[in-house]
T-cell receptor, first 112, second 114 residues
């Protein structure tokens, strides 16, 4: 089975901190994605990457950046965490757009 | 542009009864449609997809979905609900030529009552 691993299940960070969320997949998928999930808003795409060192903005990239130095790893960076970034963050990977995603278990981030 | 709507925030159904979770979509090309399920404090799990072919798609855990092009709908169904089906369900859409971006609905909470 494809496995997508997010390094932390729960994180608590202070306002203004730089936060790194890590995601690793083990099936050589080309595409990786970061979403945030908020009640009533569903999943919203932050960034995605279709190849190493390539990235594309999603629907809500403000306040975030990403890094993909190796094919299996896709990191989400909150440059200066704010309370409105408190959310569930979900990483996913996929070989192609019509294959479907495999999701990680999620990281619940609280910014205080 | 692409969008998906799940008109019901919550669906309640008695155990053993059939269930339907509704989804409508809008895309500018041929749609790729997906259903995912999320259990509490977990990531999403893939249930089924429609890419092309037969309008009735069968997936995991006895779920199925019907693609209706004229109504731009992709409703999730199950003939007999189980208490363990209680979860959050997400419909998602992409399209051929839509690069790799998938758009998700806001989710529908399914509550199966014993």
């Amino acid at each position: 089975d494809v496995k997508v691993t997010q390094s932390s299940r729960y994180l608590v960070k202070r306002t203004g901190e730089k936060v790194f969320l890590e995601c690793v997949q083990d099936m050589d998928h080309e595409n990786m994605f970061w979403y945030r999930q908020d009640p009533g808003l569903g999943l919203r795409l932050i960034y995605f990457s279709y190849d190493v060192k390539m990235k594309e903005k999603g629907d809500i990239p403000e306040g975030y950046s990403v890094s993909r130095e190796k094919k299996e790893r896709f990191s989400l960076i909150l440059e200066s965490a704010s309370t409105n970034q408190t959310s569930m963050y979900l990483c996913a990977s996929s070989p192609t757009v019509n294959y479907g995603y495999t999701f990680g278990s999620g990281t619940r981030l609280t910014v205080v | 542009a692409q969008s998906v709507a799940q008109p019901e925030d919550q669906v309640n159904v008695a155990e053993g009864n059939p269930l339907t979770v509704k989804c409508t979509y809008s895309v500018s090309g041929n749609p790729y449609l997906f259903w995912y399920v999320q259990y509490p404090n977990r990531g999403l799990q893939f249930l089924l997809k429609y890419i092309t072919g037969d309008n009735l798609v069968k997936g995991s855990y006895g779920f199925e979905a019907e693609f209706n092009k004229s109504q731009t709908s992709f409703h999730l169904k199950k003939p007999s609900a189980l208490v363990s089906d209680s979860a959050l369900y997400f419909c998602a859409v992409s399209y051929s030529g839509g690069y790799q971006k998938v758009t998700f609905g806001t989710g529908t909470k399914l509550q199966v009552i014993p």
